[in-house]
């Protein structure tokens, strides 16, 4: 109820399990965790591993569920902003819910008002870490890009007061880690974001977009996460 009334329109979701404390760990005991986890996973008896555990080497933003990070992508649109949410560790990538905030207000103003209350009520249902928006481009039409650069503001800003971290990706940035290609069509971007999370069927155009902004990040971590590991060793 609560979704139908903030226009958020989920296409599919996943329950998934979260901790409700988290133990911080530094130093030799950070490190012999990390061991112990990966030799856990490594065996072929194991399918998941959990732990309470949060330690600065996982990288910024890893919430410990067999060490999760959840990512909220936002693609930003006056009309229309797409959403997806998903989540990253050592096994993979795992779709949560993705879908379309619809505004239905007919000033500006009331439109960015859906587009922040929409993302705190997705926020508040999901509990991500980071929120993922795409970086806007100058368009041929600097009106669009300015009401664009004003539904990426609301957006922003609905992830500054839950207390998110923001991360930002130009286009080509997005398509390249997705589709290998920085000058992709969004068919090939919606294709590749049904393999990548393993989904019966592509999401909308709105919402590939922004599962592809999560997909980015959450590639991008775990390059930085392997080089934080190097360094630990």
Known sequence: LAFEKAELIPEMAEVTHRPSTLNELEGDEAEKMQKLLDALESLDDVQDVYTTASCDVWG??????????????????????????????QQGLTYVTSGCIKTLGNGLPERL???????????????PSVAVVEQVFV?????????????????????VLKNLSVSEFTALQVKQSVVGNGHADKTQVQEMVKRLLKLPSAPSTDASDALA???????????LSKIKRIDVT
Request: proline share 3%.
């Open 60 to 89: 910024s933003g890893w919430s410990i569920l067999a060490k999760v990070l959840r990512l909220l992508g936002i693609d930003p649109g006056l009309r229309v902003t797409g959403f997806g949410v998903i989540d990253s560790d």
């Open 113 to 127: 008002k859906e587009i922040l209350t929409g993302i705190l009520e997705i926020i508040d249902g999901y509990a």
């Open 139 to 159: 368009n041929v039409n600097p009106k669009s890009t300015l009401l664009l650069g004003q539904a990426r503001g609301a957006a922003i800003s609905a992830a």
């Open 213 to 223: 902004c999560a997909i980015c990040h959450a590639h991008s971590e775990r390059v």
